[in-house]
């Protein structure tokens, strides 16, 4: 293309761009664009491109409100004349709904695992009280039994009997103090060993070489003095001797095990 | 200080078309929540660059209207790469703006108006000083703009900024302004050539 026609296609762009060309002219423009070179190409775009910041001259003026209105007006019934289903519309739905979803999930995640947290909370605070509860009563029960055995201590005709460790266990004590008119007695041992499994200790109160059950019981703790109430110790015998062997669980009809205590009235 | 401007004003300028690009694809699919963004962005600037040129705030109005009307009609006949959507939109605006300034309509309604249109005020051709646009970016490339005008020569700046503001031919102007035709030409040819280059940053 010779600098003639690249003037002319540039006189040609400039004034097509500003709208300053006549009709025919404008119509040459456009011959000669649909055969430009690539640097006319990029001309037209650059002064297209000059033209169109150049409106950033142009006071900033504010329209009024309706030309707003109308045009919306204009879109949104031509939405609906294309059947009322625009796309937009059911983007908008389906945005709204999104969001509504994702917001229901993640409430519902948060509560979930705020549900969580308290009901982990509700069960060690339930496992708490269940401690609380027992040890209630085992206090209430060891309570109970002080009662009874203070019962004991504090009736004024008792007999008091002491019992020495014998061969077996040498270090063992014990005592027992007898309320004959209720027929009530209270045994304490100390120094005795944990029973093994499946056996007991058993009481006994021995006249006239004759042995006579006053129950069973198990230490479970040695390292402390342990008390048991004799239920019922119905004897109205003045002599006599108490002695404690190893015996089965639940006891035996005679003594068959090592005596570990003896004591005579 | 001037790079990290012209860096910043590069991005905005960039991320200005991609958003206009995508409202202009949402527009064709007929989503006039995208028709209210844009309109919301340049209803501003294309309704003063209107009164400019038509001189009534009524007849601009109507025309800004009709330029979004189009733009809602055939939002699908925009090329991205033949141009940005802010190109293809004022574009478009002065194309309507004009083509109202020259029908005989218009042409008759003025004669008949001019001294009676109390809104037919004057105004200069455009802002020849810091225009208080809203949006920074758009002040600041409205700056190089004018900035660019200022370092062509007067006579190529008149001819120019005639054409654009006031919509009139290279014929008109060589009447109203008795220059010859050929002159009024080549004084805005070498002058946008000359924009051209200082916008391009050949001439900084």
Known sequence: MSTQDNALFEELCVGFVLNSISQEEEEEFKSLLNNATQEQEQLYQDMQSIASEMALLAYDQKPSESVKEQLLEMAWASVHARGGSANVHYLSRYRISAAAAVLFLVSSLGLFFFNQNLETDLETQKELVVQKENTIRILETEVEQKSELLAILEARDVDLILMDGLEVNPNGFGKVVWDKENGQALLQVANMPAVPTAKEYQLWFVINNQPFSAGVFAVNDPERDNFFKIQELNQSASQGAFAITLEPEGGSPQPTGDMYMLGAM | MLFFIISAIGRFLNQDNSRDKDLLRRIAQKDPVALSLLYDQYNRLLFGLLVSILKKKTEAEDILQEVFSTIWEKAD????????????????????????????VYKEQKKQSTSLDNDDV????????????????????????????????EKQRKVIEISYFSGLSQSEISEEYDIPLGTVK?????GMMKLRDILSGAEQ
């Open chain 2, 77 to 104: 006949q925009f090329d991205p790469d033949r141009g940005t959507g802010y190109t293809w939109i004022v574009s478009l605006t002065r194309n309507k703006g004009i083509d109202r300034l020259r029908s005989k």
């Open chain 2, 122 to 153: 004057y105004y200069p051709l455009y802002s020849s000083e810091n225009n208080p646009l809203e949006d920074t970016i758009l002040s600041d490339r409205a700056d190089m703009v004018r900035n660019a005008l200022q370092q062509i020569s």
């Open chain 2, 186 to 190: 080549t004084r805005m040819r070498d």
